[in-house]
């Protein structure tokens, strides 16, 4: 499998850059095979078009799937509030290791909600 070409994904003016530090995650939708599943993972990307972190779980291109980000404390005035965000995978990495976490690249698909910590939560 060839690998995916993410510049189509990212391509922003220079004036919008994407942030690169890492933001707690939680990831929900359908596997592979229908399941739902709920799993934590770690931002590496984020832009206003769409992001990038690692899983576990098998998913395929055009999986939907919801982001509930941690947003940091400094920014959100010292309270525990959560960036909630749908999208649809765009770019899935292989990694030659087996039971590794692969990289996953997602398309913002809605508008975001900014909430407090246990809303966030909900499905």
């Known amino acids: 499998m060839s690998k995916p070409n993410l510049d189509a994904l990212y391509k922003t003016p220079s004036k919008e850059q994407g942030f690169t530090f ?7 939708g359908l596997d592979q095979t229908g ?11 984020i832009n206003h078009q769409g992001s990038t972190f690692r899983l576990k779980s098998q998913l395929a291109i ?4 919801k982001l509930i ?3 940091p404390k400094k920014l959100a005035e010292g309270q525990n509030l959560k960036l909630v965000i749908k999208g649809r995978v765009v770019a899935i990495e292989l990694d030659d290791r087996q039971n590794s976490r692969k ?7 809605s508008r975001y909600i900014i909430t407090p910590e246990s809303a966030g939560q909900k499905s």
Do not use: A, H, N
């Not at 055009?62 to 799937?65: D, F, P």
């Open 103 to 109: 990289k996953v690249s997602i398309r913002f698909e």
């Open 35 to 45: 399941r739902g599943f709920r799993e934590e993972t770690v931002l590496s990307f």
């Open 69 to 71: 980000i941690d947003l």
């Open 22 to 28: 890492p933001l707690p995650t939680q990831v929900e």
């Open 62 to 65: 055009g999986t939907k799937v």
